[in-house]
């Protein structure tokens, strides 16, 4: 599994457009970052009336960090919509799936290896919050509580961009696939409807209310609990897929 | 879950595989997709569970979710039951919110129960209740013959202690308004009055009430806080008297002045060593606030000394036509200053019409003027206590028209509060965070603005260049 992981690794490490998007990214990142720190040297005399006041590392992380975790519904399936797609087109998979490995490991290590390279761009995100401890005490509990919501949200983007790429042989539809179902997942509570109990699913199901918690240092069992449960669907859904193609492929030889 | 055919698969190729049996082909098909709807059902399942029973910790460095040590020292105080009624629309956002901060207090006392009512769907039992349909939390306890309520239109942790606060008291403050001089009445809607500032008043459990100091020369005992409300119309020497009698006793008083009027008040002048100074006051900063003449006096933060009513004040203070006030300290009595006019104010002693200014050499004086002053003396009585005094140069400032305007009710809340003696009140505080304030003026910010906004990108761009020469050429 660790071999497929380090071989997807090097796969995304060594290929130029990833460092590209890494230096748009960043560029981001950077800009995002700044104003988001000059808005709060702007309000920091009202924001300290509040009742409980944020300070900076809480200001950052709900207004910098959870926003920026909506890009990972984009860039997760881009990075993700090669991983079963391309093998497919070029029928390098038939020759991974006879190497000594079950099919559980091929899909752990196939997500490994792009959840990796994910984690090292959103550390990109953190670097910034993190050198605010140049200049003041950060709430470092707070800070690395949405590290962990990032990773959360980047988890549940790159399993569901692997299922989908394992679903087609076209990267594209792939990545339009998984983008599209995760962006619906992401807003699908924020409409009123006229029944509470569907209102209360619909709530339940979405992704943006249950990332509240992890930006502003609060540990919810709830919201820990929907990623990994999501997560291990879409992981899960994944393995049955490749098994099954398993089963065709050996029934077909 | 899929109806693909294999994908890897190359049909009408050179090696095409043999065509496996159809039925066991489509068993397996069959049994994927099962599978896929166990799991799914069963991640479905544990998503509603953990819905069901959901734990939460608060581990930012304030403690930031969690409620102030005096909101848990409140509502772990009462040993009857809370009922919060909460009359709202359906809308989700606003009912989590009021769910959740409820939570939070009833984490600490179970006897708090929530209940929500729709004004949509049950008019009949907001109409009972003579709730606001546009959004009210009644929060009540005791019962029929004891029965206390709050309502709050706003919701915060700080009103919602504020109410449980007041319904901990058995009994209401009173406060006194004194009653005969042509002053300001709590019973007229009009401009000048004070009708509104007792309904507020009486939201915070103040109970506001007139008496003639000719028909009570003494006065009550059960005053809490004596207003002089700006009179018009001369004291008889009698009622001075009173006063001067129920101030050297240590009663709390509260002496909002109009210069203009000179209504034989000298001797509770001298016994305070506060007199108003002549002329009114004008203010050029006003101006930047919008309003129309410089009789106003805009107080802002600046002009706030640190003192238990001034505190976490959000927008200015404004004064309509106020008089500055002349302190002389006295022995026995510490005097601390409420507020000041800003720098660009002055006295005018002249009339107030065309282009007035500050004009040297003259009576008038420029600011910062005191405005505002809190006396405190100790009183020697069975019980040792403190005796709170405020004189506030301007009495329109609370008077209906101008109450809403700036901060002015929210002082006024606080003031009374604090003359009433009722600091649990005003000593609702949470922790500030150690990372609150960013010097703008730091140079790491810059520094760092620019690695992170061009560097680090730059280094990036050209490790992608080198990748791209090196798969060119390899």
Redesign the interface.
């Known amino acids: 599994m660790l071999t497929i992981a380090a071989r997807e690794f090097n796969a995304l490490f060594?290929?130029?457009?990833a460092?590209?998007i890494?230096?748009?990214l960043?560029?981001f990142?950077?800009?995002y970052?700044?104003s988001t720190?000059e808005q709060?040297?702007l309000i920091?005399?009202?924001?300290?009336?509040q009742?409980?006041?944020?300070?900076?590392?809480?200001f950052v992380t709900f207004r910098y960090l959870a926003p920026c975790s909506a890009l990972l519904l984009i860039i997760c399936p881009l990075l993700t919509m090669r991983s079963y797609a391309d093998?497919?087109r070029q029928?390098t998979?038939?020759l991974l799936?006879t190497a000594p490995v079950s099919n559980s490991a091929i899909v752990m290590g196939k997500f490994f290896g792009v959840y990796a390279f994910v984690a090292l761009l959103l550390c990109?995100a953190l670097?910034?919050p993190l050198?605010?401890v140049?200049?003041?005490?950060?709430?470092f509990?707070?800070l690395l509580?949405s590290l962990a919501g990032l990773l959360a949200v980047a988890a549940l983007c790159t399993s569901a961009g692997m299922l989908f790429s394992s679903?087609?042989?076209h990267t594209l539809v792939a990545a339009i696939a998984s983008s599209t179902l995760l962006i619906i997942l992401w807003v699908i509570g924020k409409h009123?409807v006229s029944s509470?109990v569907i209102?209360?699913a619909l709530?339940?199901?979405a992704t943006s209310s249950h990332l509240g918690?992890f930006f502003?240092?609060?540990?919810?069992?709830?919201d820990i609990?929907?990623f990994v449960?999501?997560t291990?669907?879409f992981i899960?859904?994944t393995m049955?897929?490749v098994?099954?193609?398993g089963?065709?492929?050996s029934?077909?030889? | 879950m899929n109806h693909h055919q294999p994908l890897n698969q190359q049909p009408g190729g050179p090696t095409e595989p043999k065509r496996p049996d159809h039925r066991l082909r489509r068993t397996q098909q069959w049994l994927a997709n099962i599978t896929g709807v166990l799991l799914t059902l069963v991640i479905a399942s544990l998503l509603y569970l953990s819905h069901r029973w959901p734990a939460e910790a608060d581990i930012s460095a304030t403690n930031r979710h969690s409620l102030s040590e005096q909101s848990v020292r409140t509502v772990s105080s009462f040993d009857q039951a809370i009922r919060v009624t909460a009359v709202l629309g359906p809308d989700a956002t606003q009912r989590q919110a009021v769910k959740k901060l409820v939570a939070q207090y009833s984490k600490h006392n179970p006897r708090l129960q929530l209940e929500f009512i729709n004004p949509e769907t049950s008019p009949a039992r907001v109409r009972e209740l003579d709730a606001n349909p546009g959004g009210e939390l009644i929060i009540s306890t005791g019962d029929a013959d004891l029965y206390r309520e709050k309502r709050l239109q706003s919701l915060s942790e700080r009103s919602f202690t504020g109410a449980l606060t007041q319904l901990s008291r058995n009994a209401n403050r009173q406060v006194v308004f004194v009653t005969g001089h042509d002053e300001r009445t709590t019973q007229r809607q009009t401009n000048g009055d004070f009708a509104e500032l007792a309904a507020r008043l009486t939201q915070l459990g103040l109970v506001t009430r007139e008496i003639s100091l000719v028909t009570n020369p003494v006065i009550p005992e059960d005053t809490d806080l004596l207003v002089i409300a700006a009179p018009r119309k001369p004291y008889f020497p009698g009622e001075v008297a009173t006063l001067l009698n129920y101030v050297s006793t240590g009663g709390n008083i509260l002496w909002l002045i109009d210069e203009q009027h000179d209504v034989g008040l000298k001797a509770l002048s001298a016994e305070l060593g506060i007199e108003p100074l002549p002329g009114v006051l004008l203010d050029a900063s006003s101006k930047s606030y919008g309003a129309e003449n410089p009789t106003f006096a805009v107080i802002d933060h600046s002009n706030l000394p640190d003192h238990p009513v001034n505190r976490t004040l959000g927008n200015p203070l404004l004064l309509p036509a106020a008089t500055a006030l002349n302190l002389t300290p006295l022995a026995g009595q510490s005097s601390r200053p409420l507020f000041f006019s800003s720098e660009q104010s002055w006295t005018e002693s002249g009339p107030v019409a065309g282009a007035v200014r500050f004009d040297e050499n003259t009576t008038e004086q420029r600011g910062p003027l005191l405005l505002g002053i809190a006396l405190q003396r100790q009183v020697q009585t069975l019980q040792p206590r403190e005796q709170r005094i405020a004189v506030i140069g301007d009495a329109d400032w609370l008077a209906n028209q101008w109450i809403g305007n700036g901060a002015n009710l929210e002082y006024a809340q606080r003031l009374f509060n604090w003359l009433a003696a009722d600091d649990a009140q005003l000593s609702f505080a949470t922790a500030t965070p150690e990372d609150a304030f960013i010097n703008p003026a730091s140079r790491t910010i810059l520094v760092m603005g620019g690695g992170f906004l061009f560097g680090l990108p730059l280094i990036f761009l050209i490790i992608a260049a080198m990748l791209w020469r090196q798969q060119r050429n390899g």
């Open positions: 060594r290929s130029p457009l460092w590209i890494a230096a748009i960043q560029i990142f950077a800009w970052f700044l720190l709060y040297i920091q005399d009202k924001l300290a009336l009742d409980h006041p944020p300070g900076i590392t809480a093998e497919y029928g998979f038939t799936r990109l670097l910034m050198c605010l140049y200049i003041t005490n950060v709430d509990a707070t509580w679903l087609t042989r009123a509470p209102q209360q709530g339940t199901l918690s502003q240092g609060l540990v919810s069992s709830r609990v929907y449960l999501l291990s669907l899960g859904l049955i897929r098994n099954n193609l089963w065709q492929g029934q077909g030889r």
